[in-house]
Structure formats: structure tokens, C-alpha cells
T-cell receptor, first 111, second 113 residues
Framework: DAKTTQPPSMDCAEGRAANLPCNHS???????VYWYRQIHSQGPQYIIH???NNETNEMASLIITEDRKSSTLILPHATLRDTAVYYC????????????FGQGTTLQVKP | NAGVTQTPKFQVLKTGQSMTLQCAQD?????MSWYRQDPGMGLRLIHY???????DQGEVPNGYNVSRSTTEDFPLRLLSAAPSQTSVYFC????????????FGQGTRLTVV
């Protein structure tokens, strides 16, 4: 699975959009980009994933660049409950269920 | 569905003691895995299994044993606990379907004194 790089921390004002970047320059053609978050040391929670098209669900949007070397997770209207560590993971379609986590980005949403 | 259930939630061990961390899932997922998370760090893969009777090592397997006799259960055994194994342990399960996410338990907080 490709290595991912994320900034260690970010701040966002409550109600504003939070844009979390992820670099995955060595991603291969069959690897998906997954995002998880972890709130207060609970178990990680799935947010969204994509292969090459932009994706949106009820939690977030995922924008993947055309060359697939980077992506951005967008929380459109951040709330205090979105304060968490966000992990970007590049994961192959073979999907043996093993995930390689990096350090993630700690997002602090401020009132 | 209960999802992924880990027991116990908290445990204190003395150095040299053994114990088993339990993980059970009721979603009939083929894949299961164990992670540890040290303070301020991301999760690191200990062992994983792609089905009953099949296990393999992850990034940090030393000091841990696993077995998978049923689809539902994937216990993690510490044979002789060491202070370096103080951590929070997470179990996850994933269906054997391309393009799907992992489901995590709520963790076991282990302290070895």
C-alpha cells in the first residue's frame, strides 16, 4: 500500500469548511484512498473513500486530483464534534483487511 | 448487529503475566485484524487473518500470538506481558468484498506494571 503524508495538525472555525489534505504520490492504479477518523481514542470510524472520481456522502466530500497523487477531505460545515484525528490511507483493491495507518491530522474545531 | 465487540475494556497486568484479549464480530466478515495504538501515535498492525485457520504477521507482531478457529472470533494472546505492551488495542473486521471499509471495536486499554 502506498505511503501517505498528512499535516500533523490543523485548526478550523466552527461552521466553516475544513479541508484536510493528503499526499499519496506513489499510489498505484488499483489503490483506493480511504479516510477514517478517531475521536477521543475511540475506535476509528470510516468516513469516505474513492478511487479516482470525487465522492460525497452525508459526512464529507473527497476530492482526488486527476493524477491521483493527492486528495482533500472536505467537512463542509465543521462542528465541535468533528474535532478528531483524521487518517488518510491508500489501500489496494485486494483488500485483505489490513490497514497501514500514518500519524494522521489532528483537526481542532474552534468556536 | 453488535458489530465488533472487544473485551475487556480495561485491564491491568503485572509483568510476566499472560492474558487474552477477545474480539468477536457478528457480521460474518472474513477479514479480521489487531492494532495497537501508543500515546500520540497512529495505529500499528499486529496480526491479521483472511479467514478461519489463516493468520499472518503485521508490522509489530513480536510478543503476541493469534489464532482464528472461527469466522466470528479473533483472540490476541500476550504470553508474557511487558511494560512496552502498555497500549490501547483495537480489533477490526472487513468483509471480503472489494472496495469496502473496515469496522473497528471500541478498544481495550491495557496497562502492564
Amino acid at each position: 500500500d502506498a505511503k501517505t503524508t498528512q499535516p500533523p495538525s490543523m485548526d478550523c472555525a466552527e461552521g466553516r469548511a475544513a479541508n484536510l489534505p493528503c499526499n499519496h504520490s506513489t499510489i498505484s492504479g488499483n489503490e483506493y484512498v480511504y479516510w477514517y477518523r478517531q475521536i477521543h481514542s475511540q475506535g476509528p470510524q470510516y468516513i469516505i473513500h474513492g478511487l479516482k472520481n470525487n465522492e460525497t456522502n452525508e459526512m464529507a466530500s473527497l476530492i482526488i486530483t486527476e493524477d491521483r497523487k493527492s486528495s482533500t477531505l472536505i467537512l463542509p460545515h465543521a462542528t465541535l464534534r468533528d474535532t478528531a484525528v483524521y487518517y488518510c490511507i491508500a489501500h489496494g483493491s485486494s483488500n485483505t483487511g489490513k490497514l497501514i495507518f500514518g500519524q494522521g491530522t489532528t483537526l481542532q474545531v474552534k468556536p | 448487529n453488535a458489530g465488533v465487540t472487544q473485551t475487556p475494556k480495561f485491564q491491568v497486568l503485572k509483568t510476566g503475566q499472560s492474558m487474552t484479549l477477545q474480539c468477536a464480530q457478528d457480521m460474518n466478515h472474513e477479514y479480521m485484524s489487531w492494532y495497537r495504538q501508543d500515546p500520540g501515535m497512529g495505529l500499528r498492525l499486529i496480526h491479521y487473518s483472511v479467514g478461519a485457520g489463516i493468520t499472518d504477521q503485521g508490522e509489530v507482531p513480536n510478543g503476541y500470538n493469534v489464532s482464528r478457529s472461527t469466522t466470528e472470533d479473533f483472540p490476541l494472546r500476550l504470553l508474557s506481558a511487558a511494560p512496552s505492551q502498555t497500549s490501547v488495542y483495537f480489533c477490526a473486521s472487513t468483509p471480503r468484498v472489494m472496495d469496502t471499509e473496515a469496522f473497528f471495536g471500541q478498544g481495550t486499554r491495557l496497562t502492564v506494571v
